[in-house]
T-cell receptor, first 115, second 115 residues
Framework: KAGVTQTPRYLIKTRGQQVTLSCSPISGHRSVSWYQQTPGQGLQFLFE???????NKGNFPGRFSGRQFSNSRSEMNVSTLELGDSALYLC??????????????FGQGTRLTVV | AQKVTQAQTEISVVEKEDVTLDCVYETRDTTYYLFWYKQPPSGELVFLIRRNSFDEQNEISGRYSWNFQKSTSSFNFTITASQVVDSAVYFC????????????FGKGTMLLVSP
């Protein structure tokens, strides 16, 4: 059974650019959550999608957005990149209950570096 | 507001030693869920345990054990007879609702087990 796949694994972007990260959940999973991990702020929840609808949202500026497709794959977009957006972005998938259910599986993340 | 404190930033032990990772939490909710995750160098978060606020029984799973004490708002994690493969960053987390993905994470404890 394939795990959660995040692409790309590494990315380098310039300030002011925009970036799109992709997350393919485990087959049959309908919930996808995104987290940002930085040395300073630690792990912070971005948003969660379930059946193509945003079910929950963290406290991030509007430059961070996401969507989920009918096949449950999810993308997150960051516009007008800032140096502080450099982070490991983690995606988690679960059947229905989200990360709080204890049934979620995480991908290996996308390491974004903004220069 | 919820808060999770992992006071130990880094712990170094020699293989076969027992080690305890501390977690102290703050919440005003009467119902909440506590978690432990392991993050190996590959990056993904690996779920270890979820415990709800009404279940204060200690739990043991192989070499892992957890001590939940509501009186001191602590949820400590002990690895018995540590192994090199236990080297990772360990995170304690908290959520008010099992259906949420908005986990509040501690800053993590890096455990280094040397042979």
């Amino acid at each position: 059974k394939a795990g959660v796949t995040q692409t790309p694994r590494y990315l380098i972007k310039t300030r002011g650019q925009q970036v799109t990260l992709s997350c393919s959940p485990i087959s049959g999973h309908r919930s996808v959550s995104w987290y940002q991990q930085t040395p300073g702020q630690g792990l912070q929840f971005l948003f969660e999608y379930f059946s193509e609808t945003q079910r929950n949202k963290g406290n991030f500026p509007g430059r961070f957005s996401g969507r989920q497709f009918s096949n449950s794959r999810s993308e997150m977009n960051v516009s007008t990149l800032e140096l502080g957006d450099s982070a490991l972005y983690l995606c988690a998938s679960s059947q229905t209950g989200g990360v709080g259910s204890g049934e979620a599986f995480f991908g290996q993340g996308t390491r974004l570096t903004v220069v | 507001a919820q808060k999770v404190t992992q006071a130990q930033t880094e712990i170094s032990v020699v293989e076969k030693e027992d080690v305890t990772l501390d977690c102290v939490y703050e919440t005003r909710d009467t119902t909440y869920y506590l978690f432990w995750y392991k993050q190996p160098p590959s990056g993904e978060l690996v779920f270890l345990i979820r415990r709800n606020s009404f279940d204060e029984q200690n739990e043991i799973s192989g070499r892992y054990s957890w001590n939940f004490q509501k009186s001191t708002s602590s949820f400590n994690f002990t690895i018995t007879a540590s192994q090199v493969v236990d080297s990772a960053v360990y995170f304690c987390a908290l959520t008010r609702n099992s259906g949420y993905s908005t986990l509040t994470f501690g800053k993590g404890t890096m455990l280094l087990v040397s042979p």
